[in-house]
């Protein structure tokens, strides 16, 4: 839909996938309980091993709002916005731990994705400033037009909800070879609300005992959800033109330019302990970074 020079844009995206490469522990002790692991495998002269089978399942739902508007009065810009939710019941292949911490049932492994984000909002934008030849400010004679007109701010904003993570433990309470991602029980929902989490306590562990031996946590893949970000980058720019072939651009740029802090996941190992489970210790993006440049064309 075009309105003057705005161009707005609203779709809806989906896909199912069937038949996706999974991987199994096909030699992991079928029922959990006490003794040597070995001889209670199913091919006990094997230890565990990764097969991979064509059964995974994924779903992707989104609504997609594009706004465009086109150059006019000096401005132009392009904002997108995704409202989505993607599913699988496999860890992806691509990841850390690909394999299920039950390779003969994966009831517990649907789930958010790995890489799912629920909002992402990214603008872009360039506005040349009304300054110089044409304008009421510094454009009163040829070099004030020189210096100060043909400035060009630009910059892209990008604001997204957190991946999703799943609460580890760093053992094998089933006591059947899991070289999957194990988890804990799960007996509340976990996500503090925005008010009462920090880089320190970022989810309640209080939802997450530990399993009883000889069992595989309840926990379901992924309900727990780890920090957003906010950034903006920023840019001005201009193109002295020294003779008809000869060219000076200068740019300066600001990488995070309103320095916001972008915090990676937190510990999500539920036995790392107090001090360590649930604490955040790193962030995902720089600090503020600026950035000179000039380029010459001839």
């Not at 707005?8 to 490469?21: D, M, P, R």
């Not at 779903?59 to 997609?64: A, E, H, I, R």
């Not at 880089?199 to 009883?212: A, K, M």
């Amino acid at each position: 839909m075009l309105v003057g020079n705005l161009l707005l844009e609203v779709a809806y995206v989906g896909s199912k996938a069937t038949h996706l490469q999974s991987v199994f522990d096909r030699n992991q002790v079928k029922t959990p309980g006490p003794g040597d692991i070995q001889p209670r495998r199913p091919m006990p002269q094997y230890s565990g091993f990764n097969a991979m089978e064509n059964v995974g399942n994924s779903s992707y739902n989104g609504l997609d709002a594009k706004v465009e508007k086109r150059l006019s009065h000096g401005l132009s810009f392009l904002s997108a916005f995704t409202w989505s939710k993607s599913m699988n019941d496999f860890p992806e292949i691509c990841c850390s731990s690909p394999t299920p911490q039950n390779s003969w049932d994966i009831s517990n492994e649907r789930g958010r994705s790995d890489f799912d984000q629920k909002l992402r909002w990214v603008t872009s934008f360039d506005y040349v400033l009304p300054l110089g030849s044409g304008h009421a400010v510094l454009g009163a004679n040829k070099l004030e037009d020189e210096v100060f007109g043909g400035w060009h701010l630009g910059g892209i904003y990008t604001m997204h909800t957190g991946f999703y993570m799943s609460p580890w433990i760093g053992y094998d309470p089933s006591n059947t070879g899991s070289f999957g991602a194990t988890r804990s029980d799960q007996v509340c929902n976990g996500n503090l609300s925005s008010g009462k989490r920090s880089i320190n306590n970022w989810f309640d562990v209080n939802c997450f005992p530990l399993p009883e031996p000889y069992t595989f946590g309840n926990a379901k893949k992924n309900t727990l959800i780890g920090p957003g970000a906010v950034s903006t980058d920023l840019s001005l720019r201009k193109v002295f033109n020294l003779t008809e072939s000869k060219k000076i651009e200068i740019r300066i740029e600001a990488f995070n330019a309103f320095n916001h802090a972008a915090f990676s996941q937190p510990d999500n190992y539920i036995d790392d302990g107090e001090g360590s489970t649930a604490v955040i210790t790193s962030t995902a993006l720089n600090q503020r970074q600026l950035q000179f440049g000039a380029k010459f064309t001839f």
